[in-house]
């Protein structure tokens, strides 16, 4: 008897290893620069996050049976989901792991990767995911203090308390992502969320004031390209009306920055801080085209004007990545542009509107894209009695939808099959992604001895673009070949031209076909009078591999 259980025991762990030892460990996800251009690397290859990221509550097991099935609908490869630092240290010290592991599970079990959201100390300016203890003992976890020492919904910076435990907290959850996670289910860590303080506030207690009158200093004067004309350098004399502005962000940063160098340290999986909606204005980095009176901020968010100075307060954070809500062309590629620098991948981590702006996104060589709000959590339509004119309606009162998560579908369901090709054709600088603008009917992009001309609203076959009734086209075009290109989009012609003026294009083949475990399968030869005026793409995903030939 004794002998039999000594046996099953031993049969037992022999069990445990080797199911333990079955779970390979992957490489950690990070992100590489090459020649300019970023990729985010997952298991040693590029990946493009085609992300979601739902409701803000929905991060709790008893809502992820409505997360899921959103996401299988829309196509995503990628789930943004926040974890709750009220949920995750409900007693100070004691930290419940059970939330993020049942996250990590049904994640895995939908063949799903996962960012997380640090809801802590700051979401959305606010703190009102502290946890109770703390909301508890406001003297000592305080806030933001007006020049009367009113304090406002806005945790300060200077708070070393709340900095102390923000710091544990978020380290004791890369600690357990890293004994936890060895798939690597979870690409990134947002570091909390859309952090500042909304209007124009910086802190006023009396530590703050006491920094905001000392001499800035030089790390931020250089990263400014700030001279430091005054005798006695304090953030007034050196920024002058955008003093408040940059020294509120050096704050915040420092602060947010400390808590991601704690979580790094303990596991270094690729970080980020999410900026609010920009601002348009600083003194030391001009905006010329928006000159008058200074613009509301979300104070002490990574707005455009002061990324340099969270690139030297905060070296911890990978990126610094904007919430892109634009809803104009122009709006939205002035976004990519600020944020995608030498220094800086750029990461849509939220957005909203058009789902064309996923090529916009894709132009710009972003790592990822996820639109914000995308559950079934509020299956209930509003009834049509109660409903307000959709223009009154802000992006958000229509979320947890299917009717909000349906535009993208398309866009993912014909990207998601072929987006680790997209990704490294990206990275390598092979492709172009462009999406219709107002006033641009058509756009050329080129690929040495070829153009490729992408044009929006043409619907007859020797048709003049004229653009949709509205910009909904867009397309990406990568050359894999000397005359060879892989095509896809929406809304659009797409047509070729070689650069050689006296050489006429004719195509050699036009394949369409389907992606399948990765590689292109192909289905059928396009011909006749679906190519003989160009290569229209419509409402239907459509991949193509195009090669052409002159005469
Ligand atoms: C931006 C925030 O970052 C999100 O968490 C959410 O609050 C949306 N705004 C709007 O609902």
Redo the contacts with the bound molecule.
């Keep these: 008897m004794r002998k039999n259980c000594v046996f099953l025991a031993i049969v037992f762990a022999f069990t445990v290893l080797t199911a333990a030892a079955q779970v390979k460990e992957r490489p950690i996800p990070r992100l590489v620069k090459k020649d300019g251009r970023w990729a985010l690397f997952v298991d040693d290859a590029p990946y493009f996050i085609l992300g979601a990221q739902v409701n ?1 509550s929905s991060g709790w097991p008893a809502a992820l049976p409505k997360v899921w099935p959103a996401i299988e609908f829309m196509g995503a490869n990628t789930v943004e989901i926040p974890v709750y630092w009220e949920q995750f240290e409900p007693q100070q010290g004691r930290f419940d792991y059970s939330v993020v592991d049942t996250l990590l599970a049904q994640a895995r079990t939908h063949r799903l990767h996962l960012v997380l959201l640090w809801f802590a100390t700051w ?2 300016g606010n703190p009102h995911y502290i946890p109770g203890w703390m909301k508890l003992a406001p003297e000592r976890y305080t806030r933001v203090v007006d020049g009367n020492g009113v304090p406002a919904d806005s945790p300060s910076p200077f708070c070393t308390p709340s900095l102390d435990a923000d710091s544990k907290a978020f380290a004791a959850l890369m600690r357990h992502l890293k004994a936890a996670d060895p798939q690597r289910t979870v690409l990134m860590v947002q570091v909390e ?2 952090p500042g303080t909304g209007g124009d506030l910086r802190d006023h207690s009396p530590e703050a004031q006491k920094l905001f009158e000392s001499p800035v200093p030089a790390d931020v004067l250089k990263a400014m390209h700030a001279p430091s004309r005054s005798p006695y350098p304090n953030w007034q004399a050196v920024f002058g009306r955008d003093a408040d502005v940059c020294f509120h962000n050096w704050s915040v940063a420092k602060y947010i920055g400390q808590v991601a160098a704690a979580g790094k340290a303990a596991y270094p999986l690729p970080l980020y801080v ?1 900026a ?1 909606p920009g601002t348009e204005r600083c003194a030391v980095l001009p905006v010329p085209a928006q000159p008058g009176a200074p613009a509301r901020y979300e104070d002490g968010g990574p707005s455009n004007n002061v990324v340099p100075i969270w690139k030297t307060a905060a070296p911890a954070l990978d990126m610094i990545s904007p ?1 892109d809500y634009a809803t104009d062309s122009a709006g939205y590629l002035r976004a990519l542009d600020i944020y995608h620098r030498d220094d800086n991948a750029v990461y849509v981590p ?1 957005t909203g509107g058009s789902p064309r702006f996923f090529f916009f996104a894709l132009g710009h060589q972003a790592i990822g894209f996820a639109p ?2 995308m559950d079934f959590t509020r299956i209930k339509a509003i009834p049509d009695a109660a409903r307000p004119k959709d223009e009154l309606l802000p992006p ?1 009162a229509r979320t947890g939808t299917k009717e909000f998560v349906a535009p993208f579908a398309p866009t993912y369901h014909l990207i998601g099959p072929m987006i680790r090709e997209v990704a490294r054709l990206n990275f390598e600088g092979q492709l172009q992604a462009v999406a219709e603008e107002p006033g641009k009917v058509a756009q050329t992009l080129r690929f040495g001895a070829w153009d490729a001309t992408v044009s929006y609203g043409v619907w007859a076959r020797y048709g003049r673009p004229a653009g949709n009734p509205q910009p909904m086209g867009g397309a990406l075009v990568a050359q894999i070949g000397d005359n060879q290109f892989l095509v896809a989009g929406f809304y659009c012609r797409v047509d070729f031209r070689p650069a050689a003026p006296d050489r006429r294009r004719q195509f050699l083949r036009v394949e369409e076909g389907t992606y399948a475990n990765g590689a292109f399968k192909f289905l059928r030869l396009l011909n006749g009078d679906q190519t003989d005026g160009g290569l229209d793409f419509s409402s239907e995903p459509l991949v193509l591999r195009v090669s052409v030939t002159t005469y």
């Design positions: 803000n979401k959305n969320n859309e999410n609010a919430d939220e914000f709000g958000w």
